[in-house]
């Protein structure tokens, strides 16, 4: 059971380059999130998929795209990468039994640099 | 939106000791709150969590206590061992279908041998 798994583990972009981070999980999830971790900064969202079809953003999501593939699949795309968003990149997933919520389980991350 | 506010950032304690972190939230509404572990260049685990119709939850040598009143919930970590080093995150959500957590910004402990 691998869980929550992200491609690619890590990354360097010239600015202005696009780039598609993948994630998948295989934990019959129905929710699936996109963070960035910064020094000092802890976790931000970025984007989330409550549902398959439905996606909304989080507390930081210019610059950024998700699509929600399938339940199993949510990707994320920067069309112009740009410095500021050298950063480590984590996916998640949780499941929802009734109205409580499950814990989020997160991947390994994605390592990006954009010089 | 929720805010989450993580105290200290630092925690430097001898192995055997006790160690607390602190968090407060903004959100009266918010229900769940669980607290994840992070070694350095890994994923963040989750350790324990609470939901709001509980005061006390207990683990082995972890436990968390919630007070709704005040909104602010605190990780105890007893008989500290230098594995427990490590950056750990509060978080809070508001639960349902659309639940999505905030984070605190973190607290790196040291556990001294």
């Known amino acids: 059971n691998a869980g929550v798994t992200q491609t690619p583990k890590f990354q360097v972009l010239k600015t202005g380059q696009s780039m598609t981070l993948q994630c998948a999980q295989d934990m019959n999830h129905n929710s699936m999130y996109w963070y960035r971790q910064d020094p000092g900064m802890g976790l931000r969202l970025i984007y989330y998929?409550?549902?398959?079809?439905?996606?909304d953003k989080g507390e930081v999501p210019n610059g950024y795209n998700v699509s929600r593939l399938n339940k199993r699949e949510f990707s994320l795309r920067l069309e112009s990468a740009a410095p500021s968003q050298t950063s480590v990149y984590f996916c998640?997933?949780?499941?929802?039994?009734?109205?409580?919520?499950?814990?989020?389980?997160f991947g390994d991350g994605t390592r990006l640099s954009i010089l | 939106g929720e805010n989450v506010e993580q105290h200290p950032s630092t925690l430097s304690v001898q192995e055997g000791d006790s160690a607390v972190i602190k968090c407060t939230y903004s959100d009266s509404a918010s229900n769940y709150f669980p607290w994840y572990k992070q070694e350095l260049g890994k994923r963040p685990q989750l350790i324990i969590d609470i939901r709001s119709n509980v005061g006390e939850k207990k683990d082995q040598r972890i436990a968390v206590t919630l007070n709704k009143t005040a909104k602010h919930f605190s990780l105890h970590i007893t008989e500290t061992q230098p594995e427990d080093s490590a950056v750990y995150f509060c978080?809070?959500?508001?639960?349902?279908?659309?639940?999505?957590?905030?984070f605190g910004k973190g607290t790196l402990l040291t556990v001294n041998p």
């Open positions: 998640a997933s949780s499941g929802l039994t009734g109205y409580s919520n499950q814990p989020q389980h």
């Open positions: 978080a809070a959500s508001i639960g349902g279908s659309n639940y999505k957590l905030t």
């Open positions: 998929s409550a549902s398959e079809g439905t996606t």
